[in-house]
Structure formats: structure tokens, C-alpha cells
């Protein structure tokens, strides 16, 4: 693929996800040379530069038809455009839906492309030290389910500390961390971060998310847990931060997995979804 001529135009939505932004960047640093990042000024004005063979376009699940009327290039998107019964000109469809997912359990059209994890959270993490500290990604929908269990948590250990991140935490921090926890309520919540806390080394604690199922191998490489239950995902954190015999395993499996959250796994289907659209 890099020694074709194809140019890649990356199209940032606005309501795309942090997940969705977090893979813009890892694609646009492996295709460099390619692919050239828009600025998002509306869809056709933005593609008013010429010289582009495809758009890779990263937005919601659900595109705004207005933006794909009379779309002037193929493209492959992370959601599928609705279609109004009654309009008078369809937008056009991708090419190719992509997700993270074998089957999102909706829609079949979706197509699997991997999710990758930057390079520089591959490594050998040392054991934290001092009093335990977990963390998660600060976001809206979680919050509740934070409190709920924050509460019940320190019934049993007031020693625990929860540090929740407004930002993607750097490798380091993730390593300063004993466990991580992803309290996911809906299962189209993409951003908790648990590939990166696998890759780290630490012990992942997860709801049980389609996602976060396939992160974890069912289960074999971190805890997981129903979403929206407090009671459950305390006796989970208790057992990552105060059971070797349990976290110890799920590390080392997840040790032995960490390379299917290479950027070149994905790098390698985009490749192959990209050179079919320009036969």
C-alpha cells in the first residue's frame, strides 16, 4: 500500500468519538505520506481540494444524510448513513461501515477493522507502589456509576484511591496506577481505554460490554462485569487490587494477546479495504 500513489483525505466529524479521534491519529502517523487530516468545514467543502482518491470519514454511528448528497468521492465511515423515506435526492452510502466489533448485533453491514493502541504503551510495567490507586476515563454516562460504587468501595477500604482522567493518560500514568476500570453502561461506549490498560500490564476490570468482551478475550484477559451493578464491580476491583492469584493470570494472558492491538493489524485491513475501493 505505501507504494501506491493513493492519496487518504481523513474527515473528523463533529459527534465523533474520543474513540474515533484516538483512531484518526494512530491511522494518519501509520500512513503518513498518505493520508491528509481535513479541517472540518462541511463535508463538501471540505473535499473541494482536489487529488484525493477516497475519504476515510470518522464521525457517529449514525451520519448526517444533508452532509452525503451527492458525495463526490468513495468513502468508508464508522457509522452508516439513514436513509429518508421521502427525500428527493438519497445521500450516498460508504463504501464500507467499519467497527471495532466482530458483529455490533444490530446492523451486519458493519465491517471488523481492529483497534490499535499507539506503540508507546507496549512494554514492561513495574509494580506500582504506595496506597492503591485505580483509574478510568472521566466521561458524562459513567459518572453515576462511579459514585454508586466509590461509595460501596470504600465500606471495605478507605485506602483506595479513584482517579478518574480528562485526558488520554500518557503510558506513564497508566503505570503509576494498581488496576483499571472501564464502568461502561452502554454498549455502544467505545472509550473507556481498556485496550491501553492491557497493554500497559495492568489488571483490567471491565463491564461486560460487546467491546470490552472481545478486549478481553470472554473474559480471559481482565474481569468482567454486568454493567449498572455497583455490588459486582466492588468484589471485581477488590479481587484485581487484592488477589495475585487472580489478577496475576488475566496479565499474563493479556501479555500473550497485546499484539492484536498492533497499529499494523489494523494498518493491514484498512490497506486491503482501501485498495478494493480504488480497483
Known amino acids: 500500500m505505501r507504494n501506491s500513489l493513493m492519496r487518504i483525505a481523513q474527515l473528523v466529524l463533529p459527534g465523533a468519538s474520543a474513540y474515533e479521534r484516538k483512531s484518526q491519529r494512530l491511522d494518519a502517523a501509520a ?27 470518522y464521525g457517529p454511528r449514525e451520519l448526517p444524510a444533508a452532509q452525503f448528497v451527492g ?42 477493522l481492529p483497534e ?11 509494580p506500582a507502589t504506595g496506597n492503591p490507586k485505580i483509574g ?25 484511591d479513584w482517579h478518574l ?22 454498549d455502544d461506549d467505545f472509550d473507556g481505554f481498556t485496550a491501553e490498560a492491557l497493554v500497559v500490564g495492568l489488571p483490567v476490570v471491565a463491564s461486560r460490554t460487546p467491546v470490552n ?35 496475576t493470570p488475566k496479565i499474563n494472558a493479556a501479555r500473550q494477546t497485546a499484539s492484536k492491538f498492533r497499529i499494523r493489524q489494523r494498518l493491514r485491513v484498512l490497506g486491503h479495504i482501501y485498495e478494493n475501493m480504488t480497483k
Not at 498518505?34 to 482518491?53: H, K
Not at 468521492?73 to 423515506?85: D, E, Q
Not at 490499535?116 to 513495574?126: L, P, S
Request: charged letters at 25%; proline letters at 9%; a negative charge.
Open 31 to 57: 500512513l503518513a505520506g498518505q493520508a491528509e487530516s481535513l479541517p472540518y468545514i462541511g463535508v463538501r467543502q471540505a473535499l473541494s481540494l482536489s487529488g484525493f482518491d477516497l475519504v476515510h470519514v
Open 71 to 112: 458525495f463526490p468521492l468513495p468513502y468508508v465511515a464508522s457509522g452508516t448513513v439513514r436513509r429518508r423515506r421521502f427525500a428527493l435526492r438519497q445521500p450516498r452510502e460508504p463504501e464500507y461501515a467499519l467497527s471495532p466489533l466482530q458483529n455490533d448485533g444490530q446492523n451486519d453491514d458493519f465491517t471488523l
Open 116 to 126: 490499535a493502541v499507539d506503540d508507546a504503551y507496549f512494554g514492561t510495567r513495574q
Open 136 to 160: 478510568s476515563i472521566d466521561r458524562p454516562s459513567v459518572r453515576n456509576a462511579i459514585e454508586q460504587t466509590m461509595a460501596r468501595l470504600h465500606r471495605f477500604r478507605d485506602d483506595v
Open 165 to 186: 482522567f480528562t485526558h488520554e493518560p500518557a503510558p506513564e500514568e497508566m503505570a503509576q496506577l494498581f488496576a483499571w476500570i472501564d464502568p461502561a453502561v452502554a
Open 213 to 247: 468482551v472481545q478486549r478481553c478475550e470472554q473474559g480471559r484477559t481482565g474481569i468482567l462485569v454486568p454493567p449498572r451493578d455497583p455490588n459486582e464491580l466492588v468484589h471485581a476491583i477488590l479481587a484485581a487490587l487484592f488477589k495475585p492469584e487472580v489478577a
